[in-house]
C-alpha cells in the first residue's frame, strides 16, 4: 500500500506542475497586451506566407519574373521585407515593454524607465507636455513601417510608368503599315503591358500585407501609450 501511495505521489507532483504551467500559458495568450500582439503578427504572416507559397507552387511568381523586364517587381518584394523586419522588431520591442509594465515593478522596471523616466517626479503640468512628447516618440518609432508601406505602392506606380514606357517604345508610326513590323510591335507593346501591370499589382498586394501588420504594431502603441499613462496617473 505504501509503495502505491508512494508510486502515485511523482504522478499527482506532474499532474499539479502540468495543470499550472496550463494555466499559465492561457493567462499569457489571454492578455491583449502581451503576447498576443506577438501571436497575432506570427499567425497573419504565417497564413500571408502560404499563400505565397502556393502561388510560388503553381507558377505564378516565376510568370510575374519573367514578364518584368526591370525587375522592379524583385525590388518592391525586397524594399516590402525590410518593412516586414522593421515591424517585426518593433512589435517584439512593443511586446516586450508591456510585459515590463505589467510585470511587479510596473514603471521602474528597465523594460520601460527609458520611456517613463522623466514622467514619475514630473508635476502635474510638466507630466501633460512630456506625456505628448512620449506619445510624439513612440508614433515617429513606427512610423517607418508606414513609409516603407507607401513606397511599395509609389514604386508599382513607377513600374507603371515604365511599362508603357517600353510598351510605346515599339510602337513606330512610320512603318505601322507594314505588315511585317506589326508582330515586333505587338510583341514589345505585351511586354511593356506586363511590366505595368504586374508591378502595379505586386506593389498594391504587397502594400496591404505590410499595412496589415502596421494596423497591429499601431493598435499594439496605442495600448502602450494607454498603459503607460494611466499607470503614470496612479503613481502620481
Same mark, same amino acid.
Given at each position: 500500500m505504501t509503495q502505491v501511495i508512494a508510486s502515485s505521489a511523482p504522478d499527482f507532483e506532474s499532474a499539479k506542475t502540468e495543470k499550472s504551467g496550463f494555466r499559465t500559458l492561457f493567462k499569457t495568450i489571454s492578455n491583449p497586451q502581451r503576447s498576443?500582439?506577438?501571436?497575432?503578427? +506570427?499567425?497573419?504572416? /504565417? #497564413?500571408?506566407?502560404?499563400?505565397?507559397?502556393? !502561388?510560388?507552387?503553381? &507558377?505564378?511568381?516565376?510568370?510575374v519574373i519573367a514578364a518584368d523586364q526591370t525587375y522592379?517587381?524583385?525590388?518592391?518584394?525586397?524594399?516590402?521585407?525590410?518593412?516586414?523586419?522593421?515591424?517585426?522588431?518593433?512589435?517584439?520591442q512593443t511586446s516586450s515593454e508591456l510585459d515590463a509594465l505589467h510585470s511587479a515593478e510596473g514603471l521602474r522596471a528597465a523594460g520601460v524607465r527609458? +520611456?517613463?523616466?522623466? /514622467? #514619475?517626479?514630473?508635476?502635474?503640468?510638466?507630466? !501633460?507636455?512630456?506625456? &505628448?512628447?512620449?506619445?510624439?516618440?513612440?508614433?515617429?518609432?513606427?512610423?517607418?513601417?508606414?513609409?516603407?508601406?507607401n513606397t511599395l505602392v509609389l514604386l508599382g506606380l513607377i513600374g507603371t510608368v515604365l511599362g508603357f514606357i517600353i510598351a510605346l517604345s515599339g510602337v513606330d508610326p512610320e512603318t505601322a503599315s507594314d505588315v511585317n513590323s506589326i508582330a515586333?510591335?505587338?510583341?514589345?507593346?505585351?511586354?511593356?503591358?506586363?511590366t505595368a501591370l504586374y508591378t502595379t499589382l505586386i506593389g498594391s498586394i504587397l502594400n496591404v500585407w505590410l499595412m496589415a501588420n502596421y494596423q497591429l504594431l499601431s493598435g499594439g502603441t496605442v495600448q502602450l501609450i494607454s498603459c503607460l499613462q494611466e499607470a503614470v496617473e496612479q503613481d502620481a
Open positions: 498576443l500582439l506577438v501571436l497575432r503578427f +506570427l499567425l497573419l504572416n /504565417l #497564413i500571408a506566407f502560404s499563400l505565397l507559397g502556393v !502561388a510560388y507552387s503553381e &507558377g505564378h511568381l516565376h510568370t522592379l517587381s524583385v525590388v518592391i518584394f525586397l524594399v516590402f521585407l525590410v518593412g516586414l523586419g522593421f515591424c517585426a522588431q518593433r512589435i517584439w527609458h +520611456l517613463v523616466s522623466s /514622467l #514619475i517626479n514630473a508635476n502635474a503640468d510638466s507630466r !501633460a507636455n512630456l506625456s &505628448g512628447s512620449m506619445r510624439m516618440r513612440l508614433a515617429h518609432r513606427i512610423s517607418v513601417v508606414r513609409h516603407l508601406g515586333p510591335m505587338v510583341s514589345t507593346l505585351i511586354q511593356g503591358m506586363s
